[in-house]
């Protein structure tokens, strides 16, 4: 079995999206995936599988709107594929509190990319390359126009996104998957 990250998009700890990380740890358990293991209340999971990414998300996405309710769309992606996120982000040496990693539901459309490309984003910069968009703050997150939700709107596929150390941490909770 091997190893996966899945991102839940838009999971809080309370409201309308609520999915509490103890009970979900104990389904997707029951719902047969290996060693469940989350991090923080934001929808951010660790699982043993031998289940292809589609197969995954749609299992998880079920279990979630059977136990809790919710239409939550659901990314997944070995602990690998996140390690060469990191290891790939185009702007090595920018402070990692200002650094954002928003994944994908898959590739966008090269045209819908190239039409993000020229909107330039400044004082931000950010990055498509593949189905991850790469996002560097000039400030802070919630200033940023190019925000998730903008992202998803121009890109046209579906997107979650953790900033630096989130991510670091849940490639380093992975380990050597």
Not at 21 to 43: C, D, K
Not at 82 to 111: E, I, S, V
Request: proline residues 5%.
């Amino acid at each position: 079995m091997q190893t996966k990250i899945i991102l839940l998009r838009g999971v809080m700890p309370t409201g309308k999206n609520k999915v509490l990380m103890a009970p979900l740890r104990a389904a997707l358990e029951a719902a047969g995936l290996g060693n469940v293991r989350t991090y923080i209340q934001s929808g951010n999971v660790l699982a043993a599988t031998d289940l292809a990414q589609s197969a995954l998300e749609a299992l998880v996405h079920g279990v979630i709107a059977d136990h809790f309710g919710g239409d939550i769309k659901v990314l997944a992606r070995p602990v690998r594929y996140f390690r060469r996120a990191l290891d790939g982000n185009p702007f090595k040496g920018a402070d990692p509190a200002k650094l954002y990693f928003t994944l994908l539901a898959g590739r966008p459309a090269d045209g819908l990319v190239d039409s993000f490309h020229a909107l330039g984003h400044a004082p931000d910069r950010v990055s498509v390359v593949g189905d991850m968009a790469y996002v560097l703050c000039a400030t802070k997150y919630s200033d940023l126009r190019a925000n998730n939700n903008f992202i998803e709107r121009k890109l046209q596929v579906p997107a979650t996104t953790r900033n630096f150390n989130t991510l670091s941490k849940l490639v380093e909770l992975g380990g050597a998957a």
